[in-house]
């Protein structure tokens, strides 16, 4: 410690220690400042601009991938509403895009640059190049270039293309050209070209896929996170990430078919194998979210089809078929409708607004206190068939067009088709038919003026 002193004080009371003359122009006071452009070339300026974007905008780098990343998120939302509409109906295309749109987890994750999100992007992506069942599209070598893109982005990505990939195989005629020239030239290409990069920036060879799959699964480090049971995405993981589209998934599982089979088991194998890790994230089940959501949207699709005729109104849908009469109707020959329906079923010329003859049958209140008194409505349903032959004794009397409840039809058919009456519309009322009120609305009629529905 005597010596370490000493040569302290040796040091300090030296001369003041001279700076050596610094070569660089930035220091120099003996030249004249110069501008950039004569002394400094293109390319020179194009580095000093990067390093610029790189120092003084830091917000830029943080906001920059963040667009980046949303935008890609967009794109694949537009590519699964294209994906969806080759393999399915249009409405069932359009209720999908309108729940990918309204995830609450799409929302926080999508512009997040995380992972996982950039390996839902690419699992969508390259369902667009897969063939699924029932689909015009055929298997592309494109999507293995994705799908090999995503397990370099996240190892993990090839747990939900495990069933993808295996139905690939078993479908296709020529299994080893398959294997042989498409996935292990690709799936090297892309693990090839992964270690090179990585290698570069590491200063070392170093396989990157393998230390996440060490780290992760082999060591389980990542417990150290926290950790869940086995059970976690099925009762907490997925029906949170799903929110408010649970019960339509469930709904829409309950309405697949063949054909939506591999897209079901992808979603229950990558959630069963997740649950096999003790470690557990929301963020990890995002990239089948895109799956769940078809069958939301197949969900939506049947309750719109079903919601139809629940909510539909058949009188004033009737009314609207019947106005079409209006054109057709002339001083010569205009139409003759007559209502065989209860008392105030249909809302008659309020809805029309053309000079139609119109039959309905009456039943306005005994204002006489004759106590045998019985309306029209309820004399012609005690006997159909003997009102109508009475009413219309001849084909000169016979109107153009009758509306009946459905449940009257089999009672009259023998009138209708003595008459040569022909359905030419009939039109959704109600699930709950009751005593003279049916579940349609039947529209016969003698001529062609009315559209069949």
Partial sequence: MEKIRERFKQKSSCESVRLRKRSSMLYSTDHKPQILSESLTLPELLLISIILFSDGCLFLQVFVPRVFQALLAAYADV????????????????????????SWFTWFCSSRTLTDTMKAVLTTLALCFYSLPGSKTHNSWKYLYLVSLAVVVRPTALIAWLPLLFYHCCTEKNKLKLITRRCFPIAALALGVSTLIDSVFYGKWILVQWNFLKFNVLHN????YGAHPWHWYFTQGLPV?????????LHGCSLATKKHRILLITVLWTTAIYSLLAHKEFRFVYPVLP????????????LQAWRKPAAARGPLDVMHDLQQLCDVSDSQSSPELLFLMPCHSTPLYSHLHCPLNLRFLECPPD???NEEYVDEADVFF????????????SQSTLPSHILLFDCLEKEISSFLEENRFAKKAEIFHTHYPEGRVGRNILIYTRGSELKTK
């Fill in 79 to 102: 590519k699964l509403y294209n994906l969806v509409l080759r393999w399915e109906t249009p409405d069932v295309a359009r209720w999908t895009y309108f729940c990918q749109l309204c």
């Fill in 221 to 224: 480090v990542a417990v150290f």
């Fill in 241 to 249: 990430v799903l929110g408010p589209h649970l019960p339509l998934f």
């Fill in 291 to 302: 799956l769940c959501m078809i069958f939301s949207g197949m969900s939506l699709a049947k």
């Fill in 367 to 369: 204002l006489t206190g």
């Fill in 382 to 393: 005690s006997n159909p068939l003997h009102w109508l032959r009475t009413s219309f004794p």
